[in-house]
């Protein structure tokens, strides 16, 4: 398989686990001389941050694929992987294994950590909430309400209170 760019490598592993029912993530890459050369690295912030579009090689893992450290993980030591490099202008596919050793759950994606989000409208109306006192329980009880239920929400309640607490931080240094 052939791509224009990293991301679109990136995006394509990210949207194939979703629909398998696993997260992927990135386990090594490596920048390009280009960028390098820009003060671009992977522990830089901002325009210096690095980004998959930037990267000349990249392997993904099944999450699960670590070593298992303890008895109550989830970790299984699963093979799965894709690794790709860019040559010729494109991003190819290099090698890549897709056989797990534990079940997928496609039906349960969504609450993935990878996965899971608040689309803009709903972070805004949260925050509209927040300033007006809702807690963080009913804020949460309302989204639910207003989307349909546990099965049409892509975030949970800590979720709703991560960016309350970042907000209440910025306005708490600017004042």
Known sequence: MRFDSGFEFSEFCHRYAYNEGFEMFVSSDELKKEYKDKGI????????????????????????GAVKKSEGSN?????????????????????????????????????MVNYRSIDGA??????????????????????LIEKGGFDNITFSKRDVRNPIAVERRKTMFEE
């Open 122 to 143: 709903t972070f805004d109306r949260i925050m509209i909430y927040d300033k007006g006192g809702v807690s963080v329980s009913r804020n949460f009880g309302t989204q």
């Open 75 to 111: 970790v299984t030591g699963c093979k799965v992987f894709v690794y790709g490099s860019f040559k010729n202008g494109e991003f190819v596919v290099v090698n890549c294994s897709l056989q797990h050793n534990h079940p997928l759950s496609p039906e349960c994606s969504r609450m």
């Open 41 to 64: 690295s992977k522990k830089g912030i901002g325009d210096l941050e690095a980004r998959a579009h930037m990267m000349q090689r990249i392997r993904l893992k099944c999450k699960k």
